[in-house]
């Protein structure tokens, strides 16, 4: 039988219910709030990780077992497009912001329109440089792992035995 979420986490409540689980989570890895507790902020900072993780396993878990305007959003051509290219964009995105702030900082200082201009920038050049590393760096992998077999699978040994 199909594991399914327990009914308060099903359908568009529940996802709107991971999300604040998962957002309770982020603020619990904020500075100011762990320093808030004093000498037991260190308790809330480890609570951070795993409620943001468990809020955002649910909300995937939604959007796959329940039919809501998430999954159909999420569902979106557009939006299956960032969803295939977001592990090159996770990997992408520091450079290319580092890159583009240097660029415009200087030119814009620290600002809201210098910030502005660096976020819609990274963005307009983290898509198609984490789209070319998908496409040459993560599908030939990924095509080629399909024919992998790990030795310890094979029936021959690792390592051939030595005759002295």
């Given at each position: 039988?199909?594991?399914?979420?327990p009914?308060?986490f099903?359908g568009?409540w529940?996802?709107i219910?991971a999300?604040?689980?998962?957002?309770?989570g982020r603020?619990?890895?904020?500075t100011?709030f762990?320093n808030f507790?004093?000498n037991?902020?260190?308790?809330i900072?480890?609570?951070?990780?795993?409620l943001m993780?468990?809020?955002f396993?649910?909300m995937?878990?939604?959007?796959i077992?329940?039919?809501t305007?998430?999954s159909?959003?999420?569902s979106w051509k557009?939006m299956?497009?960032i969803?295939?290219?977001?592990?090159?964009m996770?990997?992408?995105h520091?450079?290319?912001c580092?890159?583009?702030s240097?660029?415009?900082?200087p030119v814009?200082?620290?600002?809201n329109l210098?910030?502005?201009s660096?976020?819609?920038?990274?963005?307009i050049?983290a898509?198609?440089?984490?789209?070319?590393?998908?496409?040459?760096?993560e599908?030939?992998?990924f095509?080629k792992?399909k024919h992998?077999?790990?030795?310890?699978?094979?029936?021959e040994?690792a390592?051939p035995?030595?005759?002295?």
């Open positions: 039988e199909k594991y399914q979420l009914l308060l099903r568009f529940g996802f219910l999300f604040i689980i998962a957002y309770i603020i619990f890895m904020l100011e762990v507790f004093g037991y902020g260190f308790i900072r480890a609570f951070g990780d795993p993780t468990l809020g396993s649910i995937m878990y939604n959007l077992t329940t039919k305007v998430f159909g959003f999420f557009p299956l497009f969803g295939r290219i977001s592990y090159s996770y990997l992408w520091f450079i290319i580092l890159w583009v240097r660029l415009l900082m814009f200082g620290i600002s210098g910030l502005y660096v976020l819609i920038l990274s963005v050049l898509v198609p440089v984490s789209w070319l590393s998908y496409k040459f760096l599908l030939p992998y095509k792992s992998f077999t790990p030795l310890i699978l094979t029936k040994p390592y035995s030595s005759k002295i």
